[in-house]
Structures are given as structure tokens and as C-alpha cells.
């Protein structure tokens, strides 16, 4: 029997499930190894040290892309152009080469080039106000008849270029392009997760106008992240020419969409403020092993496309499932704070 004085404990308060939190921290790995496992089952020579070497050496070009994409998702922002200004960085280099420029110098130009763009991006999105969506798809048009203009709508090829290396060479037994890859990841990590500048770009994504009235200068914030992608996408860029050993107008056609559904699959919310680095990474990693799995599978080009198309939609659906996911988690603390 109790008595008036003595106090029952209150009934455990069962955790609602999170699955923005099961997929960022769980989901998405469980997604790479199923992936790894059905493909090192169903295509063959996937498993192989070759092959492996092979898919590291072609998500290192996406991956790159979607690293400068993190950031600027991470303040809510989006740029369509990065596909464009890797073709445009890649002629920018290959034709500084070809008229003699010493190779480091003809690889500074082409990622100022994409710092340029980027530069761009943002000044027209912060400081005119303008949607970030409509002033990167006109630069996407823009720089993408900018290339062919340049290369007057051929390819410029050059069997001796001089970095021919970044895109072709080792370190260490790793291909070149995978240990630029892992620098940019690294570096980028460091930047979001280290330092005040990337506290500020996740302040600026979650609430800009919280973000201004802490004393963040939301405008350089918002452009200069369209800088570092621009210059991360002129990066890229300039390793697939040097993988080709040529300047292709249609180089980087359709990698902006690559780039943003592995942002998305990695974790970081359309909307802004969340996300991680490393996820992006996981994110490139799922579309390069399905790509390459697709292509030892012999399934046909349209059909990759379909698959890819499927990708992009399941990205954007996980992430609204996130949103949703949260908002609920949410509602029901308010709820049990309110009946305690």
C-alpha cells in the first residue's frame, strides 16, 4: 500500500526511432556493403585489386565535385554549373599547356578559372538576392557554350601533356587521382568540423538570419563556398583532362547531378545546416561501385541511366524522409515535456 508521501517513479518515456540519425550513422554504410556484397557476388571481377584500384580512380572525379557541392548544400544553396566549369577548366589548362606554360602553372589557371565561377555564383546569389537554382543553371549554359566556343567544338588533343600524371599517375602504388581526393577530403573536414569558418557555414544553413544577428557575415559565407566549389569542381576538371590527355567541350555533362545525389546519400539536407563530409564521401562511393558494377554486368547504357535516375529520386526521397523524421522526433519531445 502507498501512502500520500511516497512518490512512484514515472514510467520510462519509450525514444521515438530517428532515421535521420539510424541512416547518417547506420543506414548508409549497411546501403555501401550490401552493395559491395551483391555486386562482388552477381558482376564478375568485381572483387578483383585491379578493379577495385579502378573504381577508387573513377569516383575520386565526383567525389571532388561533391565536396565542393557539401558546402554549398550545407547553407541551403545549390550549383548546377560545377559540370560545366569542369569542361571549362579542363580547356583552360589544356590550352594554357599547349602553348607552352609549365604544367603547375597551366593547373593553377584551370582551378582559378573555377574559383572565377564559383566567385560568380555566389556574388550574384548573396549580394543580388538572386535564387541560387536560376543563376547556376544560367552559368551551367553559359560556361558549357563557353567551352565549345574555345575549343571551337572540337577536342584538343595532347598525347604529351604535361600533367598528364594527375590523372594517369601513382603515388605510392595509389592512383594519383585517389590521394587528391583524399587531401580535398581531408582538408574539407578539417575546414567544417575544425574551425570557425565551418561552424558559420552550418550556422548559415540552419538560420541565416539567427546566423547575421550572431555576427556572422552571411554574404562572404554564402560566396565563398561557391568558391571552394567552383574551385574543387576546376580540380576535377583538370584531372579528367589529364585522364584523356585533351580538352573536351563535353566534359563534366551531367556530373552536377552525380554530385548532388551523393551529397544527399551521404547525409547532408537539401534545406541546409546538416550534414557531414564524410558522408558525402560514402555518398560518391554507392554511385561509383553501381556504376561500375552496372558496366562489369553488361547492362546496357539507357539502362544504367534508368538506375541512376532511380538513384537521384531514392536520394531526394531520403532526405525528405529525414526531414519528416526529425519534425516528428520533435513534436513528440514537446509532447512529453508538456505531459511531464
Same mark, same amino acid.
Given at each position: 500500500?502507498?501512502?500520500?508521501?511516497? &512518490?512512484?517513479?514515472?514510467?520510462? &518515456?519509450?525514444?521515438?526511432?530517428?532515421?535521420?540519425?539510424?541512416?547518417?550513422?547506420?543506414?548508409?554504410?549497411?546501403?555501401?556493403?550490401?552493395?559491395?556484397?551483391?555486386?562482388?557476388?552477381?558482376?564478375? %571481377?568485381? *572483387?578483383?585489386?585491379? %578493379?577495385?584500384?579502378?573504381?577508387?580512380?573513377?569516383?575520386?572525379?565526383?567525389?571532388? +565535385?561533391?565536396?565542393?557541392?557539401?558546402?554549398?548544400?550545407?547553407?541551403?544553396?545549390?550549383?548546377?554549373? #560545377?559540370?560545366?566549369? #569542369?569542361?571549362?577548366?579542363?580547356?583552360?589548362?589544356?590550352?594554357?599547356?599547349?602553348?607552352?606554360?609549365?604544367?603547375?602553372?597551366?593547373?593553377?589557371?584551370?582551378?582559378?578559372?573555377?574559383?572565377?565561377?564559383?566567385?560568380?555564383?555566389?556574388?550574384?546569389?548573396?549580394?543580388?538576392?538572386?535564387?541560387?537554382?536560376?543563376?547556376?543553371?544560367?552559368?551551367?549554359?553559359?560556361?558549357?557554350?563557353?567551352?565549345?566556343?574555345?575549343?571551337?567544338? $572540337?577536342?584538343? #588533343?595532347?598525347?604529351?601533356?604535361?600533367?598528364? @600524371?594527375?590523372? %594517369?599517375?601513382?603515388?605510392?602504388?595509389?592512383?594519383?587521382?585517389?590521394?587528391?581526393?583524399?587531401? #580535398?577530403?581531408?582538408?574539407?573536414?578539417?575546414?567544417?568540423?575544425?574551425? =570557425?569558418?565551418?561552424?558559420?557555414?552550418?550556422?548559415?544553413?540552419? %538560420?541565416?538570419?539567427?546566423?547575421?544577428?550572431?555576427?556572422?557575415?552571411?554574404?562572404?559565407?554564402?560566396?565563398?563556398?561557391?568558391?571552394?566549389?567552383?574551385?574543387? *569542381?576546376?580540380?576535377?576538371?583538370? +584531372?579528367?583532362?589529364?585522364?584523356?590527355?585533351?580538352? $573536351?567541350?563535353?566534359?563534366?555533362?551531367?556530373?552536377?547531378?552525380?554530385?548532388?545525389? *551523393?551529397?544527399?546519400?551521404?547525409?547532408?539536407?537539401?534545406?541546409?545546416? =546538416?550534414?557531414?563530409?564524410?558522408?558525402?564521401?560514402?555518398?560518391?562511393?554507392?554511385?561509383?561501385?553501381?556504376?561500375?558494377?552496372?558496366?562489369?554486368?553488361?547492362?546496357?547504357?539507357?539502362?544504367?541511366?534508368?538506375?541512376?535516375?532511380?538513384? +537521384?529520386?531514392?536520394?531526394?526521397? +531520403? @532526405?525528405?524522409? =529525414?526531414?519528416?523524421?526529425?519534425?516528428?522526433?520533435? =513534436?513528440?519531445?514537446?509532447?512529453?515535456?508538456?505531459?511531464?
Amino acid at each position: 500500500m502507498t501512502t500520500q508521501n511516497q &512518490v512512484t517513479d514515472p514510467a520510462p &518515456v519509450r525514444q521515438p526511432f530517428e532515421f535521420a540519425k539510424w541512416w547518417d550513422r547506420v543506414g548508409i554504410l549497411v546501403v555501401l556493403l550490401a552493395l559491395i556484397l551483391f555486386m562482388a557476388l552477381a558482376a564478375p %571481377n568485381f *572483387a578483383t585489386t585491379g %578493379n577495385l584500384l579502378n573504381i577508387a580512380r573513377s569516383i575520386s572525379i565526383n567525389a571532388i +565535385i561533391a565536396a565542393g557541392m557539401t558546402f554549398v548544400i550545407l547553407t541551403g544553396g545549390i550549383d548546377l554549373s #560545377v559540370g560545366s566549369i #569542369v569542361a571549362v577548366s579542363g580547356v583552360t589548362s589544356v590550352l594554357a599547356a599547349v602553348s607552352g606554360v609549365p604544367a603547375i602553372a597551366a593547373l593553377l589557371v584551370g582551378v582559378a578559372a573555377g574559383a572565377a565561377a564559383g566567385w560568380i555564383n555566389g556574388a550574384l546569389s548573396a549580394y543580388l538576392s538572386l535564387a541560387p537554382f536560376i543563376v547556376t543553371l544560367g552559368l551551367m549554359t553559359f560556361l558549357r557554350g563557353l567551352a565549345y566556343t574555345m575549343t571551337e567544338g $572540337q577536342p584538343i #588533343v595532347d598525347n604529351t601533356l604535361s600533367f598528364r @600524371d594527375l590523372g %594517369n599517375g601513382y603515388v605510392a602504388g595509389v592512383p594519383a587521382p585517389v590521394v587528391v581526393m583524399l587531401v #580535398v577530403y581531408g582538408a574539407a573536414w578539417f575546414l567544417l568540423e575544425r574551425t =570557425k569558418y565551418g561552424r558559420h557555414v552550418y550556422a548559415v544553413g540552419g %538560420n541565416p538570419e539567427a546566423a547575421r544577428l550572431a555576427g556572422v557575415e552571411v554574404k562572404r559565407i554564402l560566396t565563398s563556398v561557391y568558391v571552394i566549389a567552383g574551385a574543387l *569542381a576546376g580540380l576535377a576538371g583538370l +584531372i579528367f583532362a589529364a585522364q584523356v590527355v585533351s580538352a $573536351q567541350p563535353t566534359a563534366g555533362n551531367g556530373y552536377e547531378l552525380d554530385a548532388i545525389a *551523393a551529397v544527399v546519400l551521404g547525409g547532408t539536407a537539401l534545406a541546409g545546416g =546538416k550534414g557531414r563530409i564524410i558522408g558525402t564521401l560514402i555518398g560518391s562511393i554507392i554511385l561509383g561501385v553501381l556504376s561500375t558494377g552496372l558496366i562489369l554486368m553488361n547492362v546496357q547504357y539507357f539502362t544504367q541511366l534508368l538506375i541512376k535516375g532511380i538513384v +537521384i529520386i531514392l536520394a531526394v526521397a +531520403i @532526405d525528405s524522409l =529525414k526531414q519528416r523524421s526529425a519534425t516528428r522526433v520533435v =513534436k513528440d519531445t514537446a509532447v512529453v515535456g508538456a505531459t511531464a
